[in-house]
Nanobody, 124 residues
Framework: QVQLLESGGGLVQAGGSLRLSCAASGRTFSSSAMGWFRQAPGKEREFVGTISWTGGSTDYADSVKGRFTISRDNGKKMVYLQMNSLKPEDTAVYYC?????????????????WGQGTQVTVSS
């Protein structure tokens, strides 16, 4: 069992940066691949990025590639999403997710545990 708690969301101007954090509990965290997803108002939840259990492999949605970076610290049971050059279209609730498989994965159906989300609002 893994429990996830996101933090770090807030209001930022376009072009600014935010770093989201996801704190995990549970013994299986270090062997779990992690993902970040987001859901904008009136839209379906979409993939943002994913990181393997070692941190050695990452993958990103095209819309955030080059602007967002995922990292993890297994010793601290933390996952981070560094978001730079933010745009108004990045406004959404951001969710952290964990999967029992250690490989990266882009689709939310492959994730077993979810956090409650943190709101990110980017003003123009």
């Amino acid at each position: 069992q893994v429990q996830l708690l996101e933090s770090g969301g807030g209001l930022v101007q376009a072009g600014g940066s935010l770093r989201l954090s996801c704190a995990a509990s549970g013994r299986t965290f270090s062997s779990s691949a992690m993902g970040w997803f987001r859901q904008a108002p009136g839209k379906e939840r979409e993939f943002v990025g994913t990181i393997s259990w070692t941190g050695g492999s990452t993958d990103y949605a095209d819309s955030v590639k080059g602007r967002f970076t995922i990292s993890r610290d297994n010793g601290k049971k933390m996952v981070y999403l560094q978001m730079n050059s933010l745009k108004p279209e990045d406004t959404a609730v951001y969710y952290c997710a964990a999967r029992r498989n250690g490989n990266t994965y882009k689709y939310e159906g492959g994730y077993d545990y979810w956090g409650q989300g943190t709101q990110v609002t980017v003003s123009s």
